[in-house]
C-alpha cells in the first residue's frame, strides 16, 4: 500500500483561466465600507443556515448539522483565518464566501428523510425544478421521481440554487440589488462539483446505481468540477471528514444497521474502500486545479490548510489500515483481525470493532 497521494506532473493551464487572478481591492473609503458589508452578509447567512441545521433534531438532520459544523470550524479556525488573511485571500481564496458555500451545500440532503429539513430548505425536487424554469441547471436533469439517489446525485445544485436566492434577498438592502445578485453568485457558484462525484465514491458507487436504476449510460450523469477558488476549498472541506477514525467508524456501523451488510463487509466499505475513494478524490482534485485555476493560485491552493490537512488525513488512513495487515487481509475464518498492541483481535461483530478500533487507532496516530 503507498500512503502517499501522488500529484500529477503540473502542466499549463489554459489562457483563459489567467482571467480569474483577482485584481486588487481598492483602498477607498467606499470600497472598504462595501467590502465590509458583503462580509457582513456572508457571515449573517453562515449563522443563520448553522442555527436552522442545528435545530433539526432527526438522525439525518443531525448527521448533516454535524458534517456542515466541523467544516466551519474548521475553515473558522485561528490557523485558517490567518492563511486566509496572509495568503489565500490576495490570490482569490476568500474566507467568507468559503463558509457561506460550506453552509448551504448541504442544505436539501437531509431532506428526503426529515420533515424539518423540508420545512426550513425545501426540496432537491423543488430546487431543481427553479433550475429548470430559470435556464440555469448545470448539471442533471429534473428527473421524474426524486429517490433519496436522486436527491443524492443532485443535491449540490439544490444548494446552489437556495444560497444564491437567500443571499440576493439577504444582500438587496445592503448592498443594492445588483452587487448583492453578484455576491449571491459568486458565493453560489463555489458550491458546484463540492462533492466530488466524478471520483472516488460518486464514480465508483453513485453513478453504477444511477446507470442500473434509469437504464442509461454513463454520460446521462455528469457532474461538473469546481470551477473557483474557494469552491477548491470547499471540496477538500467536504472530504476531510471522511479521514477522521469516528466517521470511519459510523461507516462501517451504517453499512450493518442500515444495510444489513457483514461486519466483513462494512469494514471493506467504511475502511478499505474509503481510503482508496478518497485517494482517487484527491488525485482528481489536483488534476482539476491545475486545469481550472490560474497559475500563480495553484501553488497558493496546494499549501493551503486545507489541502493540507486532507494530506494528512490521508497518511493517517494508510497507517490505520495497517492495523488489519499490509495491505489489509481477509483471513480463513471470514474476518478481519485487528492488531492491537502485542496481539489480534478478531473483528466478529459489530460490538467488537467499536471496543476495539478507535484505541487502536488513536495509538497509531497519536
Known amino acids: 500500500m503507498n500512503p502517499e497521494p501522488q500529484s500529477p506532473a503540473p502542466q499549463a493551464a489554459p ?15 467606499a470600497e472598504r465600507a462595501r467590502q465590509e458589508a ?16 442545528e435545530g433539526d433534531t432527526s438522525p439525518a438532520g443531525q448527521l448533516v448539522s454535524n458534517h456542515i459544523g466541523r467544516q466551519l470550524d474548521l475553515a473558522g479556525s485561528e490557523r485558517y483565518t490567518r492563511w486566509f488573511r496572509d495568503e489565500g485571500e490576495r490570490s482569490g481564496f476568500d474566507q467568507s464566501t468559503t463558509l457561506a458555500a460550506v453552509a448551504g451545500s448541504d442544505v436539501t440532503k437531509a431532506a428526503p428523510f426529515s420533515e424539518a ?3 426550513q430548505f425545501g426540496t432537491t425536487a423543488e430546487h431543481v425544478a427553479t433550475l ?4 440555469d441547471l448545470r448539471f442533471g436533469r429534473a428527473f421524474a421521481a426524486f429517490t433519496p439517489l436522486e436527491d443524492l446525485y443532485m443535491h449540490a445544485e439544490a444548494g446552489r440554487c437556495y444560497t444564491q436566492a437567500d443571499l440576493a434577498r439577504r444582500g438587496a438592502a445592503a448592498l ?24 472516488g465514491f460518486g464514480r465508483r458507487k453513485l453513478k453504477p446505481l444511477l446507470i442500473a436504476r434509469h437504464r442509461e449510460p454513463a454520460e446521462a450523469f455528469d457532474y461538473p468540477t469546481s470551477r473557483t477558488p474557494s469552491g477548491f476549498l470547499v471540496q477538500v472541506l467536504d472530504r476531510i471528514e471522511g479521514c477522521d477514525p469516528e466517521t470511519m467508524l459510523r461507516y462501517v456501523t451504517e453499512e450493518i444497521v442500515q444495510r444489513q451488510g457483514s461486519i466483513a463487509q462494512a469494514i471493506e466499505i467504511g475502511l478499505i474502500d474509503n481510503f482508496h475513494f478518497l ?14 485555476l490560474a497559475p500563480s493560485q495553484v501553488p497558493v491552493f496546494r499549501e493551503s490548510p486545507a489541502m493540507q490537512d486532507f494530506i494528512l488525513g490521508l497518511r493517517r488512513i494508510a497507517k490505520i489500515l495497517v492495523l488489519l495487515g499490509d495491505p489489509p487481509i481477509l483471513h480463513p475464518d471470514g474476518f478481519y483481525h485487528l492488531k492491537r498492541g502485542t496481539h489480534r483481535v478478531r473483528l466478529d461483530s459489530l460490538e467488537a470493532f467499536r471496543e476495539n478500533f478507535l484505541a487502536a487507532a488513536a495509538v497509531v496516530v497519536a
Not at 429548470?132 to 435556464?135: E, I, L, R, T
Open 117 to 119: 429539513a423540508r420545512a
Open 15 to 29: 489562457p483563459s483561466v489567467a482571467a480569474q487572478d483577482v485584481p486588487a481591492i481598492g483602498s477607498s473609503a
Open 279 to 292: 485517494l482517487e478524490v484527491y488525485e482528481q482534485i489536483v488534476r482539476d486545479s491545475l486545469a481550472v
Open 38 to 53: 458583503r462580509r457582513r452578509v456572508l457571515h449573517e447567512f453562515t449563522v443563520d443556515v448553522r442555527r436552522r441545521l
Open 132 to 135: 429548470v424554469a430559470q435556464d
Open 176 to 199: 443594492g440589488r445588483g452587487d448583492a445578485e453578484q455576491l449571491a453568485r459568486e458565493t453560489a457558484e463555489a458550491i458546484l462539483g463540492h462533492d466530488s462525484f466524478n471520483a
